[in-house]
């Protein structure tokens, strides 16, 4: 159980466009999922906890109409980077917890995104 | 806010022998405290979690301890095997946070043959 899934798992694009990446909780109802960034051999950096129906809260320095962050549903958050450029390109992944209080995140196979 | 700062970096072990990785946090009020492991390129697999109201846990090799007092966990892996190699992180959260984690910076294990 406990399932999440994260698509794509690659992805390259040119300078300038928008790529968005998709977080789905499989098997649970996922009422808070968090978005992470992790360059190589570095921990996890919250980026963004997104709760269904509601804005995205976003950590401080991560600006917040770069990373468009959408929960429209208690299964599907969507991660959208708005006009990536090469110092965007990194390990994104999310996480999702389940309904109730004390709930353990489980995380999405990431997405490496490359930006040329 | 909370931080956490684990120790050590790196860690190289002969297989069978343990391995020990300790962290620390600051925020008094977290009370969950999940390791997760992650080999190159992977997710981050929850491998053991313990919450305050507990001490220690088990789980056939792998074990944590916490002290509330001192505000430190460890996680302790015995009889190694290769397989255990990857990048451990700690984590804490606070009960005050939305269910937010502060990760350690992680701790590169080697099991040598």
């Known amino acids: 159980g406990a399932v999440v899934s994260q698509h794509p798992s690659w992805v390259i694009c040119k300078s300038g466009t928008s790529v968005k990446i998709e977080c789905r909780s499989l098997?649970?109802?996922?009422?808070?999922m968090f978005w992470y960034r992790q360059f190589p051999k570095q921990s996890l950096m919250l980026m963004a906890t997104?709760?269904?129906?509601?804005?995205?809260?976003?950590e401080q320095g991560v600006e917040k109409d770069k990373f468009l962050i959408n929960h429209a549903s208690l299964t599907l958050s969507t991660l959208t980077v708005t006009s990536a450029h090469p110092e965007d390109s990194s390990f994104y992944i999310c996480?999702?917890?389940?309904?109730?209080?004390?709930?353990?995140?489980?995380f999405g196979d990431g997405t490496r995104l490359s930006i040329l | 806010g909370e931080n956490v700062e684990q120790h050590p970096s790196t860690l190289s072990v002969q297989e069978g022998d343990s391995a020990v990785i300790k962290c620390t946090y600051s925020?008094?009020?977290?009370?969950?405290f999940p390791w997760y492991k992650q080999e190159l390129g992977k997710r981050p697999q929850l491998i053991i979690d313990?919450?305050?109201?507990?001490g220690e846990k088990k789980d056939q090799r792998i074990a944590v301890t916490l002290n509330k007092t001192a505000k430190h966990f460890s996680l302790h892996i015995t009889e190694t095997q290769p397989e255990d190699s990857a990048v451990y992180f700690c984590?804490?959260?606070?009960?005050?946070?939305?269910?937010?984690?502060?990760f350690g910076a992680g701790t590169q294990v080697v099991v040598t043959p």
């Open positions: 098997d649970f109802q996922a009422t808070t």
């Open positions: 997104s709760n269904e129906g509601s804005k995205a809260t976003y």
């Open positions: 996480s999702a917890t389940g309904v109730g209080n004390n709930q353990p995140q489980h």
């Open positions: 925020d008094s009020a977290s009370n969950y």
């Open positions: 984590a804490a959260r606070s009960t005050d946070s939305w269910g937010k984690l502060q």
């Open positions: 313990i919450r305050s109201n507990v």
